[in-house]
Nanobody, 122 residues
Framework: VQLQASGGGLVQVGGSLRLSCTAS????????VGWFRQAQGKEREFVAT????????YYANSVKGRCIISRDNAENTVYLQMNNLKPEDTAVYYC????????????????RGKGTQVTVSS
C-alpha cells in the first residue's frame, strides 16, 4: 500500500490544519491507520489512530482534545484535523497502516508513507 500525506504548512500558534493521508489501493479500507510525527532531533511519536471502519479512535495525550482523526473509505483517505496548534506540534507528520489501533498506538505499523511538514510559529 502506497501512502501519501499532505496538508502540512506554516501556521501560527492557535491555528488549524487538516492533514490528509491518501492510499493508492482499495485494500486501504481494511487497515487501521495511524498518524505519527517526528520533530527534528527527536524520536518518532504516535499521534492518533483509527480503526478500519472508523468505529474506534485513540489519541496521544499530547494532542487529545485538539485533534480529530477520521476517514472516508470511499475516497481512500484518512484525515487528521489539528486545532489550537502549539509550537511543540512542529514536526514531519506521516501516516501508516497497521492491523489494529492498539498495535499502531504502540508503534507497530506495516506500511508508511512520506510525510508532510507542519510548522507552528509563535
Amino acid at each position: 500500500v502506497q501512502l501519501q500525506a499532505s496538508g502540512g504548512g506554516l501556521v501560527q500558534v492557535g491555528g488549524s490544519l487538516r492533514l490528509s493521508c491518501t492510499a493508492s489501493e482499495r485494500t486501504f479500507s481494511s487497515y487501521a491507520v495511524g498518524w505519527f510525527r517526528q520533530a527534528q532531533g527527536k524520536e518518532r511519536e504516535f499521534v492518533a489512530t483509527i480503526s478500519w471502519n472508523g468505529g474506534n479512535t485513540y489519541y496521544a495525550n499530547s494532542v487529545k482534545g485538539r485533534c480529530i482523526i477520521s476517514r472516508d473509505n470511499a475516497e481512500n483517505t484518512v484525515y487528521l484535523q489539528m486545532n489550537n496548534l502549539k509550537p511543540e506540534d512542529t514536526a514531519v507528520y506521516y501516516c501508516a497502516t497497521g492491523v489494529s489501533t492498539l498495535i499502531i498506538s504502540r508503534g507497530g505499523v506495516e506500511y508508511r508513507g512520506k510525510g508532510t511538514q507542519v510548522t507552528v510559529s509563535s
